[in-house]
């Protein structure tokens, strides 16, 4: 009796070990397909992240050519007036330069992921890189394009009414009296500080798009 009771015993003992080694082996299943599935739900919002910094990249960079074109005429056109060289060329330069840029960020991929978590992405540099791209440098490229925009409203559109006999958005802009218009003070100075506010958008443009090198840099290197 004490033989077939110790039997049953081991039996249920090895039963139990069996329940439990099984578990165990079914959470583990369960946590691969998770770590699986997480993995690759990073890899699909990496690459939609990736596709929106590219079109950022292009769009930066158009913005970027204009703001830097619109800087060295103001220098070509600053010498001319110096010179009291008032040529018809000064008139295609100003269209571009009296103009502003905009721009907006494709960013729909990092708000998913930040509805998602960002701990979403395992690299914590890329983590990072994201975040300062996102909520700091973004930032920091609309002030600067918004402070070209709010000079252009508030210093430009009453002289182009006043003393502009034409006017086409970045082409050219012709003044009723060259000589008058470049003579006045206050121009001069509209264009120097119009430039500086200009260089605002040249510094925080580029830092931009360096982070984007960067952090698709770090994207190409997990999806590897």
């Known amino acids: 009796m ?13 039963e ?44 930066l960079s158009k913005e970027l050519f204009k703001s830097k074109e619109a800087n060295e005429l103001t220098n070509r056109l600053i010498k001319q007036v110096a010179l009291k060289n008032y040529s018809d ?44 791209y996102y909520d700091e440098m973004l930032y920091n490229v609309y002030q600067s394009l918004n402070d070209v925009e709010h000079a252009f409203k508030v210093d430009w559109q009453p002289v182009i009414k006043q003393e502009f006999s034409d006017f086409k958005w970045r082409e050219y802009c012709v003044p009723i009296d060259s000589k008058a218009f470049f003579e006045n003070p206050s121009n001069p100075t509209f264009f120097k500080l119009y430039k500086d506010n200009r260089s605002g958008s040249v510094r925080n443009i580029g830092l931009a798009l360096e982070r984007i090198s960067e952090i698709k840099r770090l994207i190409k290197k997990e999806q590897q």
């Open 89 to 132: 060329s000064l008139n295609f330069w100003m269209g571009k330069i009296i103009s502003f840029e905009r721009f907006k960020s494709q960013s729909s991929a990092f708000e998913v992921l930040k509805s998602k978590g960002i701990e979403t992405v395992s690299n914590n540099d890329l983590q990072l890189a994201l975040i300062s």
């Open 16 to 59: 139990i070990i069996l329940v439990v080694i099984g578990i165990l082996l079914a959470l583990q299943i369960n946590n691969w397909n998770d770590v699986r599935k997480n993995q690759n739900y990073e890899q699909e919002i990496l690459y939609l992240i990736s596709q929106n910094l590219t079109n950022d990249s292009i769009a």
């Open 2 to 14: 004490e033989n077939k009771t110790g039997k049953y015993f081991k039996y249920a003992i090895g």
